[in-house]
């Protein structure tokens, strides 16, 4: 983990975007990988523990870092980010317009019918089975299926 100059803890293998949220999503569709926003805010304990310990896991970690690209943003930031629906605000008034309210969350996005769509959000620190599952749920597209539980019952993994 790093501590960035804003600090937040963050990867070395998160997307250096200019906060143009459509542009990053195109890109990652693009490459067949899985796109994901991570809030975060300074001194969450729950971001320090997703990032010194569960991403310190190679085996939470390679799959996620193979599969998605992650931008990282800051719930109370001031940086301007050009949404998914094209407007442009700070991280603070998109993380109160999106109701991120627990950190860390991920919001997961994908295009459907040539529109960005959250197709799952984990909002807070799971235990670390469901954090992979919720990777994994995304990864294998089973949101246009079923409901997360609904497929952690199926899968036989404890919810």
């Known amino acids: 983990a790093l ?3 804003d600090g937040l803890c963050t990867q070395d293998w998160y997307v250096e975007s200019f906060l143009d949220l459509p542009e990053d999503l195109a890109a990652t569709t693009a490459q067949g990988r899985h796109f994901a926003v991570q809030w975060s805010q300074r001194g969450c304990v729950y971001c320090k523990t997703l ?3 569960y991403f310190a896991d190679a085996a939470i970690e390679a799959p996620i870092k193979a599969a998605f690209d992650i931008v990282h943003l800051d719930l109370f930031g001031a940086r301007e980010v050009t949404a998914l629906d094209g407007t442009k605000q700070t991280e603070k008034a998109l993380g109160q317009r999106e109701r991120v309210r627990a950190t860390p969350t991920f919001q997961f996005f994908a295009l459907r019918e040539g529109k960005a769509r959250e197709v799952a959000r984990m909002p807070g620190l799971l235990p670390r089975p469901e954090f992979s599952a919720m990777f994994n749920y995304v990864a294998a597209g089973a949101y246009d299926g079923e ?3 609904a497929w952690l ?6 919810s």
Request: hydrophobic share 20%; glycine share 14%.
């Open 153 to 158: 019952a199926r899968e036989g993994r404890k």
């Open 147 to 149: 409901t997360f539980e």
């Open 51 to 53: 990032h010194t310990s």
């Open 3 to 5: 501590m960035g100059e």
